[in-house]
């Protein structure tokens, strides 16, 4: 049996941030023929717009917001009909911050050959512009909302940076931006330094380090912004 591959295709972080993506896209799309995506109407309004030409019609399609049995055994199935398959996230790099990560962990079982392409990444685009340590990192993704175990989890994670060096990375649902950097100014001492990025790879992109104090005193305005949240030495 000749299994299918998988791959990795980048996605936008930015609407306009095109210049972020691969100039060889177009070929990786080529190589596939089905995907299974985070959001279909997004990345069929992507596809088009990388590749005029390409009937979408022609290409098997899935939805994985959340992994079910379902989808598991039409990924299996497609893989050992020899069927290519991409992976799409609904923003940045396939696998990372993205329920896809799933059934790549399921290609690894089935020992798929598995081809990843790098694209933008909100993560390493604000750790590598924030001054931070890049060495002793972790992603957290969203941090509790309730506002008793969200000030706890900034703490300790505060109390690890300082313990270890380790850079802590976090993101939050664009209508709750402002209400994690107040938790954050509120939480962490004065001196620790705070590294937001804000629409990284768009033409209002801006990734900045200060410190809470400095922060308090010129607080942004990030409601439904896109943005990334770091703290640090």
């Not at 979408?56 to 893989?79: G, M, R």
Request: aromatic content about 8%; glycine content about 8%; charged content about 25%.
């Amino acid at each position: 049996m000749i299994l299918g591959k998988v791959y990795l295709l980048p996605m936008l972080l930015h609407e306009e941030g095109w210049d972020s993506i691969p100039s060889d896209i177009v070929k990786w799309i080529q190589q596939c023929d089905a995907f299974f995506v985070e959001n279909e109407k997004t990345t069929r309004r992507y596809f088009k717009k990388l590749w005029r030409a390409m009937v979408i019609e022609d290409y098997t399609w899935c939805t994985i917001h959340k992994v079910e049995a379902e989808q598991i055994e039409q990924f299996k199935a497609l893989l050992k009909e020899g069927k290519n398959i991409g992976i799409i996230s609904e923003a940045g790099c396939a696998g990372v911050a993205d329920p896809g990560q799933i059934l790549i962990g399921i290609a690894q079982e089935m020992g798929v050959s598995i081809k990843p392409y790098l694209g933008p990444n909100s993560i390493l685009l604000a750790l590598m512009a924030s001054g931070m340590n890049g060495q002793l990192f972790q992603f957290h993704g969203y941090l509790p909302i309730d506002n008793i175990e969200r000030k706890k989890k900034i703490q300790a994670l505060e109390q690890d940076m300082r313990s270890r060096t380790c850079t802590q990375i976090f993101i939050e649902t664009p209508y709750r931006n402002d209400q994690l950097l107040e938790a954050l100014l509120q939480s962490c001492n004065g001196s620790t330094k705070i590294c937001i990025g804000v629409d990284i790879t768009g033409p209002t992109e801006w990734i900045k380090t200060a410190t809470a104090d400095d922060w308090k005193k010129h607080k942004p305005e990030l409601h439904k912004k896109l943005a990334v949240f770091l703290i640090g030495q």
